[in-house]
């Protein structure tokens, strides 16, 4: 399913990086190894995965840790949020995961949520109390029980934000009637001393939003920093005044991140799949 096989390679490369500096490589003698951990994510196409793993007996200590999935028999059957005990071969350079056996599921109170057919791991949402477009108060606890959908921009933007909203803009259009009100789409301003709301407003009309479903926030400047921090937005002003940020877009359910997605998953129908998803578990949740 493709919301298993989204832009794990980003990841995976990062967390790979901070594992291998500290995992202590080669301390065991080359062979194979019984291990236990929980898939954390899953690169097909890179033939990887990312394992939160204990302890490996004579090998390593408990990390998390990228591995090589050489047969593709076997990475085609890991999927995020598996626990598995699983064989770990390593040659004296790397470390393979021959085989696995499914031995549980990734537990809910470290955060893991179904989202569609699969697992995600999911992390606190950080709350924000700011003021939209039309000048009224917004927090993240006021938006209820909708599912948010969660951008960062700004107004004077030459190119990537008005193409980010133009996205988000198609995306609210392409949501079946009958979820449009279970679902929010939230823009953060990046610049909040020129976007005041209503150069917000004028912003989010000129791009065709409907500002029924949709809030354009903006405050203080010294709440919005560290507010875009928070959410992992890494942001830098340039000497002409541009703005060089991350163009996430991520999805919130239950005040959770539930998942992350760059544009071009906001154009190729991977959000709106996921959107979907989760706005149908919600109902049918509510109606059992």
Do not use: K
Not at 77 to 96: A, C, K, P
Request: hydrophobic fraction near 40%; include cysteine.
């Amino acid at each position: 399913m493709g919301l298993l096989r989204r832009a794990g390679p980003r990841v995976l490369v990062l967390l790979w990086l901070v594992a291998w500096s500290g995992c202590g490589s080669g301390d065991g003698a080359p062979g194979v190894y019984p291990a236990r951990g929980i898939v954390e994510d899953v690169d097909r196409e890179g033939a990887q995965t990312l394992i939160d793993h204990d302890d490996v007996p004579g090998l390593m200590p408990a990390m998390t840790m990228n591995f090589a999935v050489p047969d593709e028999a076997v990475l085609a059957r890991l999927e995020r949020g598996q626990v598995i005990e699983f064989d770990l071969r390593f040659s004296g350079r790397s470390y393979e995961v021959e085989d696995f056996r499914v031995v549980g599921q990734a537990p809910y109170e470290a955060g893991w949520r179904r989202l569609g057919e699969g697992l995600v791991r999911t992390r606190p949402a950080p709350g924000f109390d700011l003021i939209d477009q039309a000048g009224r108060r917004v927090t993240l606890a006021s938006l209820g029980d909708r599912v948010l959908v969660v951008d960062f921009v700004y107004t004077e933007c030459p190119g990537p934000c008005p193409i980010q909203t133009s996205n988000q803009v198609a995306l609210q259009r392409s949501l079946p009637e009958a979820f449009r009100d279970r679902v929010q789409f939230v823009s953060i301003s990046l610049d909040p001393e020129v976007d005041r709301p209503e150069v917000l407003d004028a912003y989010a009309r000129e791009r065709g939003a409907d500002l029924s479903n949709w809030s354009f926030l903006t405050g203080a400047r010294e709440v919005v920093e560290p507010l875009v921090r928070a959410w992992g937005i890494g942001s830098l002003r340039q000497a002409d005044g541009e703005i060089d940020h991350t163009l996430i877009t991520f999805l919130v359910e239950d005040g959770r991140v539930m998942e992350r997605y760059t544009m071009r998953e906001a154009q190729d129908g991977t959000l709106l799949e996921a959107i979907v998803a989760l706005v149908s578990g919600s109902a049918q949740e509510a109606g059992s």
